[in-house]
């Protein structure tokens, strides 16, 4: 309480500060530069001869006092402009065109700060609202999957994995805030509806300099749309196999230094089987609603406060067959998920070279599941999860000159936890500050430094450095390297939980809770056996990494961009779970602990080239290695073995090893574009190529090393057929998993899905 007053306090204080900075915003001069798409550029600078640059506000609008021969407006990804001080008079708005080439696709998710791709020294890659369309995908794992390097798992909900580290070790942003909520370590992708999604922003790699646990092995950067500032009213529809449904409305309502878009999307869906023989559903029908709200606006032309809120609700219904002490019976399941945010913001501009943002944000996550007996209406199990999570944090910019970017940021944070499974509420506190240095020494080179320092409740403190540098060999040829420390803190499910599978039998304990429970079932005459003694386990420590990621970018021509990344990744102090007892009945008794060190390493290759004016074809390949180190080592020394298939028991070889389970060593795509230049239609076919991958242990020694332990590598074919009107009006039509591959291991894969979407622009046809 203490500290949450001291954070409103100094809310307070700033506030009055930047405050009296206020004043009128009016003239002639004032002007508001967008892209051809009628979106502000936030980021455009203004550069009236003989005078200092000077940046437009929040809404895109600048106003000049003084008149001057010439003016430049530029601003990274866009052709610059020179006009006359008479031609800078004569129109309210000022249009710069994008550049050709993704390489000027605007990140902020990689240095916190505007940058373009091209000026990046690491590996980003940006989809943009043109890229998100062409998938036809609804919910946000949809357009992922498609991305060179991803893979979507199937645990606890659709996950991400990248560069061979699971959704445990990636962090999810929304508008720039982490999305807080994962079961058993996945967030769940498909709670993110896309119909609002401006970009993607993937960055990958460590990023704990900046942002700190989770952010191990990369972020993913949800930017949605905003600051259009005119009137608009968007509805749209989706309907898809499997009877689903997606209506969405988009509205904004723009004034001259106000911006408010309002968004809603409902998604519903009766699910699909994969397994009817079995009773149940491999997916339960279920519905979800998510409401957004965008404020933005300038108090004066220094001074702009934004507000954004997003709630979410999913409720799903199914049915599981269980066999009891009194035969077969049916099982009414019932599960819900709530989800809200809200992100107040307040930017201070005192003048070109500092910037001032001080942000809060609060999110709120709960879960709630109800499984009964169909026959009695009996509880059968009931689990609640609440989780809360506030951040308030200020980050300064300084422009020191032209070759100099200093960025300084801290913040603080508590994230609580209460749930059926936990004894009581559980707290963490955590402060931390970041430092990062964007220096271009000479026009060749451009160097990224930047370090962050975490001081937790639990596990004390922590420091994460990072350096990238990229070197401009030639105009068309690049040169990137980066190498990082990053980390990720236990989670309260490894520290705390005490959970009991009333069906099967079985107990998983938390790190903390491990010796005093197994303690109590050693009293109540529980334990057969104890495999690891819990007092050998030590206190849980925080998982570390280094990462390496080196590449380049390359046009071979103007029409032609080929990227290459090579990664390497260590991770010591890997948390494991693993039985440490078993009990009576057969069954164990499981907890977490610090066990292994794990290497990925790999390749990343892109390449696309616009062959006619409206034709492009791109393709992607990805190659992954995996290795626990622990384990190559027990097979170094004869310890591993494993029966053949005459039953005989033999020693597992380095050649048997096939790496950690469900990660793909081979996985690519390679995409056809072409917009027919008489119907205006643009036609997207796509091919996603996934290569086996491991997926159970079948003969039971822990390990993946046998042929029937994988799963078969597959090929999916995408299609897309769409078309925007010149009213704005919009359709699409296509199917997704065209040759209807399926397979059990992968049970977030449907098989064939067929859609058709509209999305009609209300006040363009009124008007």
Known sequence: MIRFNLNKRIFFFLSLFVCSE???????????????????????????????????????????????????????????????WQEWLLDEEIILQEKSGNLQEIVVAATRTERSVEQLPMPVTVLNTERIKETGGIRL????????GLQITSDHGSGLQMQGLDSDYILILLDG???????????????????????????????????????MGGVINIITKSGINKSNVDLGLRHRSFNSWNPFLELGVGKKNWSTQVFLDHFRTDGFDLTPETVGQTQNP???STGQLKISGDLSEKLNVSVFGRGYLETSQGILQTNGNSGVEILDLGNERRDFNLNPTIRFKPDVDWTLTLRGMSSWFSTNSDTRFRNSGEIFDFQDFAQFYHRTELQTDFQANSKNLITLGMGQLIETVEATRYEEKNRFDAGYFFLQHLWDPIPKINVVTGMRADFHSQFGNRLSPKVSAQYQISESFSWQASMGAGFKTPDFRQLLLNF???????????ANLAGREISRLQDEGLIAQILIDPETLGNLNAETSWSLNTGFRWKPTTQSLIQLNAFRNEIDNLIETAPIAQLVTGQNAFSYFNIRSVVTQGIEVDAQVNLLDHLSLSAGYAFLDTKDMEMLERIENGEIFKRNSQNQTQRVTRADYGGLFNRSPHSG???VNYQDSFTEINWSLRAIYRGKFGFADLNGNLILDDDREYAPGWVSINFTASKTFENGLFLEAGGTNLLNTVTPAQPNNPGRVLFLGIKIPILNLIN
Not at 141 to 148: F, K, M, V
Not at 208 to 215: D, K, L, T, V
Not at 500 to 509: C, D, Q, R
């Open 500 to 510: 009991n599978n009333a069906a099967s039998g079985y107990y998983v304990f938390g």
């Open 177 to 215: 805030e982490p999305m807080i909520g994962r079961t058993a370590g996945t967030f769940d992708l498909d709670r993110i509806s896309v119909s609002n999604i401006d970009r993607i922003e993937i960055l990958r790699g460590p990023s704990s300099a900046i942002y700190g646990s989770e952010a």
């Open 669 to 671: 795509n390679f995409k």
């Open 286 to 288: 279920f519905q979800a």
């Open 22 to 84: 206020l004043s009128a915003f009016e003239g002639d001069g004032e002007k508001k530069i967008i892209d051809s798409s009628g979106n502000p550029i936030i980021h455009a600078l203004i550069k009236p001869e003989g005078q200092k640059a000077i940046a437009v506000n929040a809404l895109g609008k600048i106003e000049l006092q003084n008149p001057s021969k010439t003016i430049t407006v530029f601003a990274l990804g866009f052709e610059s402009r020179q006009l006359t």
């Open 141 to 148: 794992s949809e357009i992922l999957r498609e991305q060179t």
